[in-house]
């Protein structure tokens, strides 16, 4: 692409999210759904998995920015999505990429990431999901639980243990004994359509089959959780910046015995570390996206750390607002409740701030000891 391309594309997402997605946010996270006209528009920007169509991954990292500034369910969204493409166009074969690269390009099929289970959350060691050679093909059984996008996705990305391994199988959804159960009631990201998917002697042929047998885990599942730190953390980007913009214009407007609240030292310094937390978080997402753009390995752990402290960041920084936003940042009359909201959930999906800091350290200790 060159530089007028991407400044026209990011423009057009820019327009969108201002004039199509802010100001229904908060009605989609209150009605716990995004409409299919919303899902359409998507998908006519060519924004579900534009690095299919050659869009480097800067600038798909500056769209799911954008795109999370203003809603993260749909930003959601594009993560799983995104998960579920990228692991086909690089771990599918021919067949398998003529199949579903076309209709996840354009978005007339949706994808979602199924790896988690209600018995040991993403943990691939205690998956109970397994799948067993019957003739020429497998019969999957099991349940996935917290799916994002499991509500409308026609095609699932799915994990299940073949005897001590584990193996990446794509399931059609309309495949005879898989069950979508709706979940309601979710702390953040209330309008990403989140389910469980149940799947009773689900029968699917070799073709089903993404990537090597019983080597999920270090080449399709480390690769799609790769992709989704990247876009967590660059929708976590987009939840700082609109932090920052909700907090400014509230405290200019909030009118004290000594004028604006703005004015108030205390306040400035929180607005000051947004400021600050939001252009590092930006460069650390720009730097992740540059290493993967040139196939740098390095990238791996750019991912990390760009994960761990933007999501951290947009955290603290949803919590000041709120609190600078006074009782009206408890009220859905604000979008810094719903923020808040959503900042909680990106500490946690695509790797817990935990996980990241035992990784991040690890990756420390070995440079300096090896």
């Known amino acids: 692409m060159t530089a007028t391309d991407t400044q026209v594309l990011l423009d057009a997402v820019r327009a969108f999210v201002d004039d199509e997605l802010r100001p229904h946010a908060e009605e989609f996270d209150r009605d716990e759904h995004l409409p299919d006209h919303l899902l359409k528009r998507v998908g006519e920007l060519g924004l579900w998995a ?29 993560t799983v999505h995104g998960m579920a493409s990228w692991s086909v166009r690089h771990w599918g074969d021919d067949a398998q990429r003529e199949r579903w690269l076309p209709r996840l390009t354009d978005g007339s099929l949706l994808g979602a990431f199924a790896l988690t289970g209600p018995e040991g959350g993403s943990d691939p ?20 639980k917290w799916i994002t996008g499991g509500q409308v996705a026609g095609l699932y990305l799915l994990f299940a243990r073949t005897g001590d391994a584990l193996t990446a199988f794509l399931v059609p959804r309309d495949t005879p004994g898989v069950t979508v159960e709706p979940l309601h009631g ?12 149940v799947l009773d002697d689900v029968r699917l042929g070799d073709d089903a089959v993404l990537g090597p047998l019983g080597w999920a885990t270090g080449t399709v599942m480390t690769s799609a959780l790769d992709f989704g730190r990247f876009s967590v953390a660059s929708g976590s980007v987009g939840i700082i910046q609109a932090c920052l913009d909700a907090t400014v214009a509230y405290t200019t407007n909030r009118k004290t015995s000594e004028g604006p609240l703005f004015e108030r ?28 753009d040139a196939e740098d390995p390095a990238a791996i752990m750019a991912n990390w750390i760009a994960k761990y402290h933007a999501s951290t960041t947009a955290a603290a ?42 990784t991040i350290a690890e990756q420390a200790h070995q440079e300096v000891t090896r």
Request: proline share 3%; hydrophobic share 40%.
């Open 50 to 78: 534009p690095f299919l169509t050659g869009v480097p991954m800067v600038t798909v990292g500056q769209i799911h920015e954008e795109i999370g500034r203003g809603c993260s369910s749909l930003r959601s969204l594009l």
């Open 125 to 144: 060691s205690v998956s109970a999901t397994t799948a067993e050679r019957d003739g020429d093909g497998w019969v999957l059984s099991g349940r996935k």
């Open 186 to 197: 979710i702390l953040g990201t209330r309008a990403s359509m989140l389910a469980e998917v």
């Open 265 to 292: 030292q205390l306040v400035r310094q929180k607005i000051s570390d947004m400021v600050t937390g939001l252009r590092t978080s930006r460069l650390l997402c720009r730097e992740a996206g540059r290493l993967k």
């Open 317 to 358: 920084c949803a919590s000041a607002a709120v609190q600078l936003h006074g009782a009206a940042g408890c009220s859905p009359e604000h979008p810094v409740a719903r923020l808040y909201r959503d900042a909680k959930v990106m500490e946690i999906i695509e790797g817990s701030t935990e996980l990241q800091q035992i």
